[in-house]
């Protein structure tokens, strides 16, 4: 059978990253980046970030999930704290899948593994960073609440990224600041 055919038939396995995951999601990550001609704006399309991969989502408020198809990973995507933000604002970031696992909801389930996470570790807000040339994902982020902003917030360190997006969590920011400080402190 093709590997299209399974990939349709077959729901993908979603779950927090192994090490021994990263040098797939690396490729996935490095391919895509070059996909959408990221290294023509002046990146290396692998950052010293994406090389500690694993050990950047063993810490506090963070989860990286991976997405398999018969045991093969295909894609990825986590949550972090927003560096330079408030504690209530989480990042999604890295979220990348292979061309051949995309537009087969495989993006809709890590999205949605990775808000439930975020709103577990008590975010009220998610920011995202990417680039105009990956209008798919654009639209893909639109059709999960994610709406423009004008301008970056905290500070990523990713200043090749020219489309800043955020979501709310959460109704009310007010009634967790203080669960989240009393938590996380």
Known sequence: MPKTDLLEIRPPEIRPIQLEDVPALLRIIADSRAEYGIAERGVE????ADRALYATYQRQR?????ALLGGEVVGGAGVAPLAGADPLTCELQRMYLRPDARGRGIG???LERCLAAARQFLYVRCYLETVTQMQAALEFYGRHGFRDLQAPIGHTGHEHNDRWMMRTLRASAREYSGEVARAYS
């Open 45 to 48: 399309l692998l950052e010293p």
């Open 108 to 110: 809709d389930a890590l």
């Open 62 to 66: 963070t989860l990286y999930f991976v």
